[in-house]
């Protein structure tokens, strides 16, 4: 599942298949919107963490849980890497994926 970030931390683009995993269109995943699939317990971590990552403009993983479009959760690692263009580097946003893990926590 790929989406992407403007240089304020909205998201732009979620792929078809992030829609298909949740059973949302891409206009509800857009600007913070996505965050309504993200497990209430981990909404506030997802949110505290991401905003400290884009403040540095840095690289990262996160691992939380997304509902699917059947409404039960599965744990994600989504990771982004920043972008940067003229003029300048001029920070863009990032671009990144989430994939769901194939294997189970103990």
């Known amino acids: 599942m790929i989406f992407v970030t403007n240089a304020e ?6 792929s078809p298949e992030w829609c298909a995993f949740t059973g ?9 919107g996505w965050l309504n699939s993200v497990h209430p317990e981990d909404r506030e971590i997802a949110i505290s963490f991401l905003s400290s990552v ?11 849980r997304l509902r ?9 690692v989504g990771g982004a890497i920043p972008s940067f263009g003229p003029p300048g580097r001029t920070f863009l946003g990032y671009f990144g994926v989430a994939n ?6 103990l």
Do not use: C, I, L, P
């Open 24 to 32: 949302r269109d891409e206009a509800s995943g857009a600007s913070h």
């Open 54 to 64: 884009h403040a540095e403009q840095m690289e990262y993983t996160f691992r939380h």
């Open 9 to 14: 931390g909205e998201v732009t683009y979620v």
């Open 100 to 105: 769901r893990n194939r294997f189970k926590w």
């Open 68 to 76: 699917r479009a059947d409404g039960s959760y599965a744990w994600v």
